[in-house]
């Protein structure tokens, strides 16, 4: 498996004469980078990491696929430590949309977000269950390596500058039991000119499902009420309120409320 070179921007833009730009208001930071710029607060989510990635080559073969170029920008509690992982703690990744052409496997999850947008599809309908993972699959990037098993608390963002979807979902490569440390709250949008597609990932932790499987588990029990399994999970996550989970959902909703791109940008 190749490994994805990646650098932290910091060095770069500093070479360039360019730096992010943070602005403080009060409790939150707004950060801005380029055309993009969003709000959080840092006694929570800690400092943020500006990363590049200059893109796989498209014919490479690798788990979920080759990836676009992208900048990434990572949530961290240490300005000191290097985050590792968008998976691991949480961030936004920012792609050009004309960067993705030679990705033809994400040109479906791009387009669906303009679907979605049109207000013609019912979200309900993505709160099923169906044996076929695929069937009831939202929109998101980077592409995973595993279904898309169930997806919860879906809803559309419609703002100035950039809308799309934000839900809550796990992925599988197997059936078992959830877990309350592996479900992913995401956000999955594009500017308003199509030049962007933004895509927001946190890993949640809750003590709505438990740490580990009881040691009495029964697998082919497990297996025959699969269905059923995710359906209850399905509504159990839907009928949670915002701060049974943790970061709380209120804050990562307020964090993608106030993504914004520049009225240049936008038009």
Partial sequence: MKLRWMVVL???????????AVAQDDVLVTFTYGDFSFS????VMGDVQAVEFEGDDPSAQLPGGADAP?????????????????????????????????????????????????????????????????TYALPFL????????????VGLLNLDTVGGISY?????QEASPFTGDEFLY????????????????FRLNTELFPTELPADFNMDA??????????QSIDTLNAATPDQFTPDLDMLDALFASFTFSAAAAN
Wanted: proline share 6%; charged share 15%; net charge negative.
């Fill in 10 to 20: 910091v060095a770069a833009l500093l070479l360039m004469g360019v730096l992010p």
């Fill in 40 to 43: 959080y607060d840092p006694a």
């Fill in 70 to 134: 992208y900048v990434e920008f990572l949530f961290t509690n240490d300005e000191n430590t290097t985050a590792q992982s968008l998976f691991d703690v949480g961030g936004i990744r920012l792609y050009r949309v004309e960067d993705t052409a030679p990705y033809i496997y994400m040109t479906p999850h791009i387009n669906a977000i303009n679907t979605l947008m049109s207000g013609r599809v019912a979200l309900e309908q993505f709160m099923q269950t169906n044996p076929d993972a695929n």
């Fill in 142 to 153: 980077p592409i995973m390596p595993a279904a898309q098993v169930i997806r919860a608390r």
């Fill in 168 to 172: 809550l979902t796990a992925y599988r």
């Fill in 186 to 201: 995401t956000f999955q949008g594009l500017s308003t000119d199509n030049q962007y597609y933004v895509s927001a990932v």
């Fill in 222 to 231: 497990f297996i025959e009420g699969l269905q059923d399994y995710f359906a």
